[in-house]
T-cell receptor, first 112, second 113 residues
Framework: TQLLEQSPQFLSIQEGENLTVYCNSSSVFSSLQWYRQEPGEGPVLLVT?????EVKKLKRLTFQFGDARKDSSLHITAAQPGDTGLYLC????????????FGGGTRVLVKP | KAGVTQTPRYLIKTRGQQVTLSCSPI?????VSWYQQTPGQGLQFLFE???????NKGNFPGRFSGRQFSNSRSEMNVSTLELGDSALYLCASSLVLGNTEAFFGQGTRLTVV
C-alpha cells in the first residue's frame, strides 16, 4: 500500500487549459510539500502547506491542503508548455521512520 | 548561493563493479539525503546523514552505503552493481535533520550494463 497516492499518473493538455492533480494519504500529516521535476533535473520545491484548509498561490499555481490534512491538490490555470514536468508531493511520515516520502508523481505534458 | 552539486552527471558501469557518487550540499546545510529514482518505483529514500552520522536508512540492501565528511559533503557507494541499480541518484540537502524542505541536485544518471 502506497503511503502517498498521486493522481492522475499522467495528464496531457493543450496550452491554455486548466489542470488539477491530487495527492492523498491514509494518515493525517503536519505538512506537505509539492515539487516539480523537469527532465534531466532534480525536483525543485514549489511550496509547503501546513494548515488544514490552507490555500497558497504561486502565480498560476494554486495549492490547497484538505481540511482533514490528509490530502492536497495543485491546480494550474492557463497551463503553459513551461509547466511540463513531473509533479511530486512529499511528506514526513512517522510510520515510515521519519523519512521524507514521495508520491509516485503526476507527469504533466502541456502541448503548444 | 550555489545549489547542490552532484558529480558525475552520467556514469556507465558493468555488472559487478562498484561506484562512488559525490554530493556537495548548499553552503550551511548540514543534512544530506540520498534517493534513487526509477520509472517503476519512483523516488525512494536511501539514507540521510547529519553531522557525519547516518541518521536514517531506507529499505535497500547493504550494497548501498554512504558517508558524510566534516564539511557536510557526502558520498554514496554501491558495490557489486546489478542491472537493477540503473537509476537516477539524487542528493538533497537541508538545513537541519528531518527538515521536510529539501533542495535537490541534478542527480547522477547511473547505467549498469
Amino acid at each position: 500500500t502506497q503511503l502517498l497516492e498521486q493522481s492522475p499518473q499522467f495528464l496531457s493538455i493543450q496550452e491554455g487549459e486548466n489542470l488539477t492533480v491530487y495527492c492523498n494519504s491514509s494518515s493525517v500529516f503536519s505538512s506537505l510539500q509539492w515539487y516539480r521535476q523537469e527532465p534531466g533535473e532534480g525536483p525543485v520545491l514549489l511550496v509547503t502547506v501546513v494548515t488544514g484548509g490552507e490555500v497558497k498561490k504561486l502565480k498560476r499555481l494554486t495549492f490547497q491542503f484538505g481540511d482533514a490534512r490528509k490530502d492536497s491538490s495543485l491546480h494550474i490555470t492557463a497551463a503553459q508548455p513551461g509547466d511540463t514536468g513531473l509533479y511530486l508531493c512529499s511528506l514526513m511520515i512517522k510510520a515510515a521512520g521519519n523519512k521524507l516520502t514521495f508520491g509516485g508523481g503526476t507527469r504533466v505534458l502541456v502541448k503548444p | 548561493k550555489a545549489g547542490v552539486t552532484q558529480t558525475p552527471r552520467y556514469l556507465i558501469k558493468t555488472r559487478g563493479q562498484q561506484v562512488t557518487l559525490s554530493c556537495s550540499p548548499i553552503s550551511g546545510h548540514r543534512s544530506v539525503s540520498w534517493y534513487q529514482q526509477t520509472p517503476g518505483q519512483g523516488l525512494q529514500f536511501l539514507f540521510e546523514y547529519f553531522s557525519e552520522t547516518q541518521r536514517n536508512k531506507g529499505n535497500f540492501p547493504g550494497r548501498f552505503s554512504g558517508r558524510q565528511f566534516s564539511n557536510s559533503r557526502s558520498e554514496m557507494n554501491v558495490s557489486t552493481l546489478e542491472l537493477g541499480d540503473s537509476a537516477l541518484y539524487l542528493c538533497a540537502s537541508s538545513l537541519v535533520l528531518g527538515n521536510t524542505e529539501a533542495f535537490f541536485g541534478q542527480g547522477t544518471r547511473l547505467t549498469v550494463v
